[in-house]
């Protein structure tokens, strides 16, 4: 395929889309790198460079034409677990090296990987999976019930404050802090409830799971900038949850964890 100069510009634009989509819904960097590499190839680069670490990514491409494309993009929110998101985006860089679409097309088909997933699934996923890991941590039935009702305020507060929070931290301070002040109370008004159980369970949506395995991915394969970065983004979002539940708790006082 080859490509005016408009064309490299605006492919160079639709791979660093490709590329922030990719890390911000949790891909590792060398996912990243690789994809972006692989579909400038498909797409007639010469030769593709591309350099990934938490703040920015960096594409450097060379044309057989002699000309040469570079764009650093600065990615502002990273961290995000949207592995449904992350699917598309890999199935779509496969279908392009495999056989490469236009640009015009492929700009669509990057807006349709954005498009969340069924909203009433994403809340009921979370209810279940707060529920279940109260009851694994020691709570009955009832700190099931009670820890998916609080699922759905974290996955409420997530839809609304985390656009307005300026960083994951402060969004996990604000959301554990408020979550564990209405827990604590529920304990206060029934106290049948497991308030260690149904805490566990709810901050299971919090914890950056994905974000610390993939941190440790990073430092293994050799990405030690990015992996470091983001081990500490992820000790930091840890500390912000335990901050905000330890200040509800003595906040509300009298329980204990």
């Known amino acids: 395929m080859t490509l005016t100069k408009d064309e490299q510009q605006s492919l160079l634009h639709l791979l660093l889309d490709m590329g922030e989509l990719m890390y911000c819904s949790g891909s590792e960097v060398k996912r990243v790198e690789n994809t972006l590499s692989l579909m400038g190839k498909a797409y007639s680069a010469v030769e593709t460079s591309v350099l990934v670490i938490t703040a920015s990514i960096v594409v450097t491409m060379k044309f057989e034409d002699g ?12 961290g995000s677990n949207k592995l449904w998101r992350l699917e598309r985006l890999n199935a779509l860089s496969r279908r392009c090296c495999n056989n490469p679409i236009s640009l015009d097309e492929l700009h669509v088909e990057i807006k349709k990987c954005k498009e ?7 809340y009921i996923g979370s209810a279940i999976t707060a529920g279940a890991f109260a009851v694994f941590f020691g709570g009955a039935w009832c700190d099931f019930l009670v820890a998916a009702v609080f699922a759905l305020l974290i996955c409420v507060m997530q839809k609304t404050l985390s656009h307005i929070t300026p960083n994951n931290i402060i969004f996990n301070i604000v959301c554990s802090f408020v979550v564990g002040v209405l827990i604590s109370f529920s304990a206060k008004l029934i106290p049948i409830l497991n308030v260690d159980a149904i ?11 994905a974000a610390f395995t993939n941190a440790f991915r990073d430092l293994i394969v050799g990405d030690t900038i990015s992996g470091v970065m983001r081990l500490i983004e992820c000790v930091l979002w840890a500390i ?18």
Not at 67 to 77: D, H, L, P, S
Not at 116 to 122: G, L, S
Not at 240 to 257: H, R
């Open 67 to 78: 000309n040469v494309v570079t764009e650093t993009r600065r990615i502002q929110k990273a």
């Open 199 to 209: 805490i566990s369970g709810d901050i299971m949506l919090l914890i950056p799971g």
């Open 116 to 122: 969340p997933i069924n909203k009433e699934m994403f």
């Open 240 to 257: 912000g949850l335990g901050i905000g539940f330890m200040l509800s708790i003595w906040l509300v006082g009298g329980i204990a964890i």
